[in-house]
T-cell receptor, first 112, second 115 residues
Framework: DTAVSQTPKYLVTQMGNDKSIKCEQNLGHDTMYWYKQDSKKFLKIMFSYNNKELIINETVPNRFSPKSPDKAHLNLHINSLELGDSAVYFC???????????FGPGTRLLVL | DAKTTQPNSMESNEEEPVHLPCNHSTISGTDYIHWYRQLPSQGPEYVIH???SNVNNRMASLAIAEDRKSSTLILHRATLRDAAVYYCILKIYAVGGGSQGNLIFGKGTKLSVKP
């Protein structure tokens, strides 16, 4: 029973394309997150979202947009992909500001 | 979130205890000390957290200095599976969502475990 799942696991695409990464959690959490881990292994928050509020890290380009069809899903849409978008993207969920977050296995995006 | 300082890397022998230090001299009264780890090619996973008192769980122990300016994650018997990057993170405890739930990761400590 995977708590936080992401699809696809690997994504290889060309510059300029638009792609989406899906995330689902079955933990009943009210808040979901997207993190980016670059080639130097730095993990940075991109978005946090619950049914009331979307918090966007100011460094995230507006080509990135989270979409939440329901509380259990937070998908990441990326428009006009660039080489620098190549990274591992992790989805996570938690109970808002409380305690632990649970991370998905990551999606490895390679932009050629 | 306040910053933390950790050694870049540490080595341990299998089945020996490991003490991973973390300095957080600018910690505030509302900051909880969280530890996460990231095994190779996996997402981060929660290890332990605490506020003032030492904490124990099935994975590890967390020893918090009396002045809360430093803490130590203790793995009682390291196994090969414990080889990972360990992150010490300060997080404000807050009910509800928003940016206070975000985890601000530093560089962490890369732990190597030798058989």
């Amino acid at each position: 029973d995977t708590a936080v799942s992401q699809t696809p696991k690997y994504l290889v695409t060309q510059m300029g394309n638009d792609k989406s990464i899906k995330c689902e959690q079955n933990l009943g959490h009210d808040t979901m997150y997207w993190y980016k881990q670059d080639s130097k292994k730095f993990l940075k928050i991109m978005f946090s979202y619950n049914n009331k509020e979307l918090i966007i890290n100011e460094t995230v380009p507006n080509r990135f947009s989270p979409k939440s069809p329901d509380k259990a899903h937070l998908n990441l849409h990326i428009n006009s992909l660039e080489l620098g978008d190549s990274a591992v993207y992790f989805c996570a969920s938690g109970r808002g500001g409380r305690e632990t977050q649970y991370f998905g296995p990551g999606t490895r995006l390679l932009v050629l | 979130d306040a910053k933390t300082t950790q050694p870049n890397s540490m080595e341990s022998n299998e089945e020996e205890p490991v003490h991973l230090p973390c300095n957080h001299s600018t910690i505030s009264g509302t900051d909880y000390i969280h530890w996460y780890r990231q095994l190779p090619s996996q997402g981060p996973e929660y290890v332990i957290h605490g506020l003032t008192s030492n904490v124990n769980n099935r994975m590890a122990s967390l020893a918090i200095a009396e002045d809360r300016k430093s803490s130590t994650l203790i793995l009682h018997r390291a196994t090969l599976r414990d080889a990972a990057v360990y992150y010490c993170i300060l997080k404000i405890y807050a009910v509800g969502g928003g940016s206070q739930g975000n985890l601000i990761f530093g560089k962490g400590t890369k732990l190597s475990v030798k058989p």
